[in-house]
Every structure is written in structure tokens, then in C-alpha cells.
């Protein structure tokens, strides 16, 4: 969906925004996170043994189909992410996780968060990481030309992702092609 007040952007000028808002991406998740419990004690070494770091605590995928909100921790209901502010998380449906995001100028837009599609004739979606295809979802059916940032948002979320998607599980997703045949 093409947002009519939205100037053209150059293709300079869109590789330029692409690399602003990959590092400012990049520079949230590399902010090391709070412990939730405070922060652990050292424990003493006995005789000579040296004192080694820790290894990060196994955690498990998650059990359930991931959500958006686990997908791209820590931005959160109400985050900046880049220009693009995220307004909602949808439940879980129809095997994808949901976003609803908005742009500068106000202006809403879905995101689809479903399982990769790696098979011959499957949709292109704008952004994808090693398990997850992010699909801007404008009514268009991939006929319609899509607002260049809300794909950039889509890339800047597949960005996200890919720093999640190996604590989470990915079972319960489906492709978009399985999606659709599930709702028609």
C-alpha cells in the first residue's frame, strides 16, 4: 500500500536509511541485558584453580509457538525501532506471529511473521531470516506495490529476529502459502 504523502526515495538514499537503521538495530540488541534477579555472585575458587567465567545458562526454546513479542525482544509494545514505532502485538494466528507497526507520518501496517518458505515459486516476502519470512501484509497478495518503509521495517524486524530465533521454537508456524490454503 502506497502512502500518497511519501516522497520517491533514490536508491542511494535507501541504501543510506538501510545502513542507519541496521546499526541503530544492531546497537539495541548488542546492549547487554539486565538480570531480572540482580546479578549473580561469584563463587570462590577452592585451592588453585583459576576463576573462568561462566558458561551462559542453557535455556530451552520456549515449549509454545513463539509470539512477536518473544521474536523480537527486547523491543516492546510502545518501542522505537528505527523510524517505525511498534503499537501491537497480535496473538498468535493461523500460524504466524502478527506485528502492527506505524511509520513517521502515522500511517499503520501489518507485518506477517511465518515459517520460511525455501521451495520452488514461494512468495518473495521483503525480509527473511535463517527461520522466519517477514511479509508486509497490505491486502495486495503480492500484486500491489508496497510502501518502501514499511519494508525496510520488515528487514529492520527479520534483523531482530535473527538474534531470537535460536532460544525459540519454530514448530506451529507455517509458510504463507500454507497459510493461505488454511484460510481460504
Not at 533514490?10 to 541503530?24: G, K, T, V, Y
Amino acid at each position: 500500500m502506497m502512502s500518497t504523502g511519501t516522497p520517491r526515495t533514490s536508491r542511494r538514499e535507501w541504501l543510506l536509511d538501510s545502513a542507519a537503521i541496521a546499526s541503530s538495530v544492531a546497537a539495541t540488541l548488542a546492549k547487554p541485558a539486565r538480570a531480572a534477579s540482580g546479578p549473580v555472585p561469584p563463587t570462590a575458587p577452592s585451592g588453585h584453580e583459576a576463576l573462568v567465567p561462566a558458561a551462559p545458562r542453557y535455556e530451552p526454546p520456549v515449549a509454545e509457538a513463539a509470539d512477536a513479542a518473544s521474536l523480537i525482544a527486547p523491543f516492546a509494545e510502545g518501542s522505537q525501532l528505527g523510524p517505525w514505532k511498534i503499537e501491537r502485538f497480535l496473538p498468535f494466528r493461523y500460524g504466524a506471529a502478527i506485528l502492527l507497526l506505524s511509520d513517521e507520518d502515522g500511517v499503520s501496517f501489518q507485518l506477517d511473521i511465518c515459517a520460511r518458505d525455501t521451495a520452488k515459486g514461494a512468495p518473495t516476502p521483503p525480509a527473511s531470516s535463517e527461520w522466519f519470512d517477514v511479509f508486509l501484509a497490505n491486502g495486495g497478495e503480492g500484486r500491489l506495490p508496497s510502501c518502501e518503509q514499511h519494508g525496510l521495517a520488515a528487514m529492520a524486524v527479520a534483523e531482530v529476529i535473527r538474534h531470537n530465533e535460536a532460544r525459540l521454537t519454530h514448530s506451529g508456524f507455517l509458510t504463507l502459502r500454507e497459510r493461505l490454503r488454511r484460510t481460504d
